[in-house]
């Protein structure tokens, strides 16, 4: 018999000898399941690869959207303190309902003295008429007088043709004649003078008058701002009595929370297959898992960069071209079930096919 093989190792010998791998063994059918597998997961990986290229043809979707709505900045129409604020953030209120209120007194006194003024005006046109009425009755006796001083001329005519009055005493009555006809004269063109100053219609100083207390009053009714529309008042916590209120300057916001949508920006390439009326599914991020029923209300009709305030100018040479973007604007179909905040970001699917909600 071997030595080697009747005795045992030693420790240095069995250090050096390789330890025989443990073969595991796997259940009957186990390695079939293996290879199947194998095999299935990519042909499901492949199929599913296929539809969505086959289906991704019918839709086009962005993530570069956002809800939109309504919003009008409610200013003052005339300057002066605040005097009463009605309003708060998140209320909501009607078209008409009084928002807050500016220091009625300057305006007051300013419709006061218009009126003072249409007053004034009013008096000198019943004063001009007068004068005008007046001068109808001069005429006629200066006229009258002409024709006492025409008689005396006569008769001294006849007088001293029979010798019975002097050379002086008929020329005194011929210049009599003479300053009665101008003073006629002069009462003629005092009437027309007088006719002159009286429009036909209403007087240009009542009229100026009149506008001046118009202007006046609209002033004194527009110290009351009022909603211009249905809404929820939005910054206003700036408004307090006793800040001065300036024409032009934004005092708060309304949100017309009733007519909501999405503006979504849509790659220029996308946008040539679709139409207003084509169907739509909106994700909103603060409501994860829901999707909203929507359509193409719209299509810019012009990107995003045409109407920025410095347009992009490629005139220089160096010209990068960049993927422009295409406003478009979804509308919901009804009302959606949740409250579309103005400015929640979105995801925007439009579908290519025939159907389309409107």
Same mark, same amino acid.
């Given at each position: ?91 909501? $209120?009607?078209?008409?309902? $009084? ?141 307090? $009595? ?19 949508? $999405? ?96």
């Amino acid at each position: 018999m071997n030595k080697m093989a009747t005795e045992p190792l030693t420790g240095a010998e069995a250090a050096e000898t390789p330890k025989p791998k443990r073969k595991i063994k796997l259940p009957k059918g186990m390695g079939t399941t293996r290879a199947i597998l194998m095999l299935i997961v990519p042909a499901l990986l492949l199929i599913g690869g296929g539809y969505y290229w086959l289906i991704s043809g019918d839709s086009v979707s962005t993530d570069d959207a956002y809800v939109k709505q309504d919003i009008v900045s409610v200013s003052a129409q005339v300057n002066g303190p605040i005097a009463q604020v009605l309003v708060k953030n998140g209320d909501h $209120v009607k078209r008409g309902q $009084v928002l807050f209120r500016i220091d009625p007194q300057p305006y007051q006194v300013a419709l006061e003295q218009a009126q003072a003024q249409l007053a004034a005006a009013q008096l000198q046109t019943t004063q001009l008429r007068t004068q005008a009425a007046g001068t109808g009755a001069d005429i006629v006796g200066e006229q009258a007088n002409l024709e006492i001083k025409k008689n005396a001329l006569a008769r001294q005519q006849a007088l001293l043709k029979q010798g019975f009055t002097t050379r002086a005493d008929y020329e005194d009555a011929l210049n009599e004649v003479k300053t009665a006809e101008q003073e006629v004269a002069d009462a003629k063109a005092r009437a027309a003078n007088a006719h002159a100053a009286l429009a036909p219609g209403e007087q240009p100083q009542i009229a100026q008058a009149k506008a001046a207390v118009d202007k006046a009053r609209l002033d004194l009714e527009r110290t009351t701002v009022r909603a211009p529309m249905d809404g929820v008042v939005e910054n206003a916590d700036n408004l307090q $009595v006793g800040q001065m209120a300036v024409t032009g300057l934004g005092m708060l916001s309304l949100v017309h929370s009733s007519t909501a949508w $999405v503006e979504a920006n849509f790659k220029e390439k996308d946008v040539g297959r679709m139409v207003p009326g084509q169907r739509a599914k909106i994700e909103v991020d603060a409501y994860p898992g829901q999707e909203f029923d929507a359509h193409v209300e719209s299509i810019g009709a012009g990107t995003g960069s045409e109407f920025s305030l410095l347009p992009a100018q490629n005139a220089n040479g160096n010209w990068v071209k960049v993927t422009q973007r295409v406003p478009v604007r979804i509308a919901f179909d009804g009302t959606p079930s949740k409250p579309m905040i103005a400015g929640l970001s979105v995801n925007a699917t439009v579908y290519f096919d025939k159907s389309s909600k409107k």
